[in-house]
């Protein structure tokens, strides 16, 4: 090889899945290397369908609805689900994803619309919360023209909940203020709470959680802090406003008028500090927040373990929220 070969190289590999060669190309694997052995149960009664929300971009939201919802005249909530994955990995259309999305469209039961984003490192951060936003601007459209059949025949746009896991948590959050705030107007539609499920949050600082990290986690320091590497901004530490909703410089949330968040804090994360954190900083600015812990369990668990008892006590919790913990701000402020 001569002293001139310029042939691209790899300059940050994510376990094979994602890699950054030196030329900026981004070659992606297999992420299933990346997924823990499951069996997704079949969950009967739940019909599901593809809609395409962004043309330009190939953006796509999977639509679910309970099969006896139907036979009621009651329409139901609505949950906004954004998919994990480090804001680099992950697909609405990925079996844990979607069976979370079925189990909760036929046990909370709501009307469930999982949004696919664009991914970093090929589309850097704000890409993914500019396509949320975009999402929820699509959602508010259906609310007025009611263009989509199983939209208009069941879903209740006056309880719409936002929400997602590890990044599409942190997503939830961004898209939450922007409509909070009313950077993103979404009226009539109405955003009656959030929910966050393993947040991924970083700074900085390292938490004690970080500093003390167990053996045996699904999601490490060192892979926390690659994903945030590949998809902040290009020279942006994790102190980013997207990363540390309470960094230097990310903007104060005093005077925005957040609805109801249920926040739910994994006790085996090592992310699990800073959300902790996070729901301490809105309880100090009076926001309503509702913290569940679920002790032992691993960031991620409700897509990692796509059964048990833990996952059995986290729809309750949701179901719960979206059914009755609404309803204290049914007179209140309308996002």
Not at 165 to 171: F, K, Q, R
Not at 184 to 209: D, K
Request: glycine residues 8%; hydrophobic residues 45%.
């Amino acid at each position: 090889m001569s002293g001139g070969d310029t042939a691209a190289h790899v300059v940050e590999d994510f376990f094979g899945v994602v890699q950054i060669l030196s030329d900026g190309t981004v070659v992606r694997g297999d992420e299933e290397a990346l997924q823990p052995p499951a069996t997704y149960p079949d969950i009967p009664g739940v019909e599901w369908k593809d809609v395409v929300y962004h043309a330009a971009r190939g953006l796509r939201a999977r639509v679910y609805r309970s099969s006896s919802s139907l036979a009621g005249s009651a329409k139901l909530p609505v949950l906004v689900y954004f998919h994990g994955g480090g804001y680099c990995l992950g697909s609405f259309a990925q079996p844990m994803f979607h069976t979370f999305c079925l189990r909760a469209a036929a046990e909370l039961p709501a009307v469930v619309l999982s949004v696919q984003y664009r991914l970093a490192p090929e589309h850097r951060l704000p890409a993914a919360i500019e396509d949320g936003a975009y999402f929820l601007s699509w959602l508010r459209a259906q609310s007025e023209l009611a263009a989509d059949p199983w939209l208009a025949e069941s879903a209740d746009y006056a309880r719409t909940f936002i929400s997602g896991v590890s990044a599409g948590a942190n997503l939830a959050h961004h898209v939450t203020v922007q409509a909070a705030s009313g950077k993103l107007p979404v009226h009539p539609l109405r955003v009656a709470g959030y929910v966050l499920l393993s947040a991924f949050f970083g700074s900085a600082e390292r938490t004690a959680a970080e500093a003390e990290q167990p053996a045996d986690v699904s999601l490490t320091v060192d892979m926390s802090d690659q994903l945030w590497h590949m998809s902040l901004p290009v020279g942006a530490s994790r102190d980013h406003a997207v990363a540390n909703p309470f960094g230097p410089d990310s903007p104060s949330l005093t005077a925005v008028d957040l609805p109801p968040a249920l926040v739910v804090v994994p006790g085996s994360d090592v992310l699990r500090d800073h959300v902790r954190g996070y729901a301490a900083r809105l309880k100090d600015m009076g926001k309503t927040v509702e913290v569940v812990e679920f002790e032992g369990e691993q960031h991620g668990f409700s897509v990692l373990r796509p059964s048990g008892e833990a996952l059995n006590e986290l729809m309750r919790v949701l179901g719960r929220f979206v059914h009755t913990g609404h309803m204290q701000r049914l007179s209140g402020h309308v996002l």
